[in-house]
């Protein structure tokens, strides 16, 4: 028998990686999903082929990797669930919940497991995430690549060696995306106070950001120097920069992510207490 991928919960994020994994080749024998809805378990087993439960104990008996994708607030309770044949089996645990912590979890599954913690973000729904992951000691070379690739299949991926950075991580990444939505809703505001229609307001708007986006992944220079080359001397964009850095758009973004980091730590420390 194949490598068993489980994963407990079987949301939106457990979906979209499941569909990644698929997509990817994974042959839909080897993922099994649990969830307490029966018509979510029919219809992603529809949808899919895999293999779905409403029993997680039966799931974890099984795996030999794990992915706890269940809401933060209800891990606990489902990891001491599961903490029995965790400890039996010993597999590979990834846990995708947002803030919560390795020791955390390490002492509802009863200590010393191999356990990833990752931090995806909501691009993930269509592949085009970014997730970080952090190992405990008892993960080996090979579980890191196992880790690795399944979060591959939703998008890129980069590794902390220290877990403090996740806080760090869920202040950029994490909640960046609503940080760039934001950015578009204004410059779509602006424009229609310019007197564009809403619609190429909304149009252009998302299409420059795109279109920004791309130009950054795929070109070998920074963003700093991408922007020098599309600001002229005496131009409007050196004009417009020129407004957005007088208004403190440097200081905002600093001030904006040291009061998630600083949110998330609040929240992981919640999480945590018994
Ligand atoms: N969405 C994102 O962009 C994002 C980004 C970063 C991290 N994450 C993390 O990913 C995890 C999942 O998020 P999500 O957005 O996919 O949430 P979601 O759609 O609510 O998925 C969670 C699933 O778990 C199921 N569930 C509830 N109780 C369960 C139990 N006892 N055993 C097994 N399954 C159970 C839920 O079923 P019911 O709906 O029937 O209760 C639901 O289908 C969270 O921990 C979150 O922090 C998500």
């Not at 995708?96 to 390795?102: F, L, N, P």
């Not at 690739?149 to 991580?169: I, N, P």
């Not at 994490?174 to 619609?199: C, K, Q």
Request: charged share 20%; aromatic share 4%.
């Amino acid at each position: 028998m194949t490598d068993q991928i489980a994963f407990i919960g079987a949301g939106n994020m457990a979906g979209a990686l499941i569909g990644g994994l698929i997509a990817d080749g994974t042959p839909p024998e080897r993922l099994i999903a649990t969830d307490p809805s029966v018509e979510k378990c029919q219809a992603l087993g529809a949808a899919t082929g895999i293999r779905t439960l409403q029993d997680n104990r039966e799931a974890a008996a099984v795996a030999d990797t794990l992915v706890l994708a269940v809401k933060p607030q209800i891990l606990r309770q489902v990891a001491r669930e599961i903490a029995e044949q965790i400890q039996d089996r010993r597999p590979l645990v990834i846990s995708i919940a947002a803030g919560v912590r390795c020791d955390s979890l390490q002492s509802w599954l009863g200590g010393d497991v191999p356990l990833v913690r990752t931090m995806p973000n909501t691009p993930a729904m269509i592949q085009a995430g970014a997730t970080v992951l952090y190992a405990s000691p008892w993960v080996s070379e090979a579980q890191r690549g196992q880790a690795e690739s399944l979060m591959r299949a939703v998008g890129v991926t980069q590794w902390v060696d220290d877990e403090t950075l996740m806080d760090a991580v869920t202040a950029l990444s994490g909640s960046g995306p609503a940080y760039h939505f934001l950015i578009m809703e204004a410059m779509e505001n602006a424009a229609r106070e310019l007197g564009l229609s809403a619609e190429t307001a909304h149009l252009l708007t998302l299409q420059t950001a795109f279109g920004a986006a791309r130009m950054a992944l795929e070109s070998s220079e920074s963003p700093e120097s991408l922007r020098a080359r599309v600001t002229s001397p005496g131009g409007t964009t050196e004009r417009a920069v020129r407004a957005l850095e007088e208004g403190g758009i440097r200081d905002l973004f600093r001030t904006a992510l040291e009061a998630a980091r600083e949110r998330s730590v609040e929240l992981s420390v919640d999480m945590g207490k018994a």
